[in-house]
């Protein structure tokens, strides 16, 4: 396998690598990559606006299949202090997510920020944690877990980085690189063993106080179960300065094999 998640056919066309394979299926995406891809092609349309990026939002319409993607962008809210963008990607001519983000400008606000969270551990103060013993597919096998010593079912702090580039010979931002990691989080701190219970996540929202640096992506992450088949995964997200946002996913739980 090549260390890249994706390779660019055209301007709008990639071939996911063996690295993407899904944790659920054998023949899917994972949708961690699919969210760095799709906030890489976000960020390049956006180019020379000046305009950071604040809140993604994925709908997941489906399995998505490890085939050619393509993913087209639109503005739908032009401005030039706050805009709206959509992306869509396509797999064998079939819609498999939508995303939408808000652009807002950069103004200097240091004098009244507060109100973050505590960072959390270093990732040398956490322990290697084996996620392709608990998750099969190549996007969990392209990954250096640390996860901390503490973690309960449904409760869990860890760090997740890889050395997979997400584009072949391309420059990706580091936002790409973060956001293409965060939706590891439904998998660090699992209520139910994945070969008993299902607990796919349908979409991933993030919101962002602070634009990420590069390197590792710190995930404090905690599951809800509730008794009527729903889940949400919540997270605060951090990285090597400290929080930055969160991010929210939605679960429709089942046992294994249930319809």
Do not use: K
């Not at 956490?126 to 998750?135: A, H, I, K, Q, V």
């Amino acid at each position: 396998m090549g260390s890249t998640y994706y390779t660019r056919l055209d301007d709008t066309h990639f071939l996911p690598s063996a690295h993407v394979g899904g944790a659920w299926r054998s023949d899917e995406q994972h949708f961690a990559p699919v969210s760095g891809l799709i906030t890489h092609a976000l960020e390049r349309h956006a180019e020379g606006t000046g305009l950071q990026i604040g809140r993604l939002a994925f709908e997941i319409l489906g399995v998505i299949p490890a085939a050619v993607s393509e993913v087209v962008v639109e503005t739908l809210r032009p401005g030039r202090t706050i805009s709206l963008l959509e992306a869509t990607m396509v797999v064998s001519g079939r819609p498999v997510v939508r995303a939408r983000a808000w652009l807002l400008s950069r103004q200097d606000t240091s004098a009244v920020a507060g109100g973050v969270p505590e960072p959390m551990p270093a990732p040398a103060r956490l322990e290697p944690w084996d996620g392709p013993g608990t998750w099969p597919g190549g996007y969990i096998a392209s990954l250096d877990i640390r996860r901390s010593a503490d973690a309960t079912p449904g409760r869990a702090c860890a760090w997740i980085s890889t050395d997979v580039e997400l584009l072949a010979d391309e420059p990706v931002s580091p936002l790409a690189r973060f956001v293409g990691l965060i939706d590891t989080a439904n998998g660090i701190a699992v209520r139910q063993p994945p070969g008993e219970w299902m607990f796919p996540n349908l979409d991933l929202t993030v919101h962002l106080h602070r634009q990420p640096v590069g390197g590792p992506v710190g995930l404090d992450t905690r599951v809800v179960f509730g008794p009527d088949g729903v889940g949400l995964t919540s997270t605060v997200l951090h990285d090597a300065q400290g929080a930055v946002g969160r991010a929210e996913q939605i679960l429709t739980v089942r046992p294994l094999g249930a319809r």
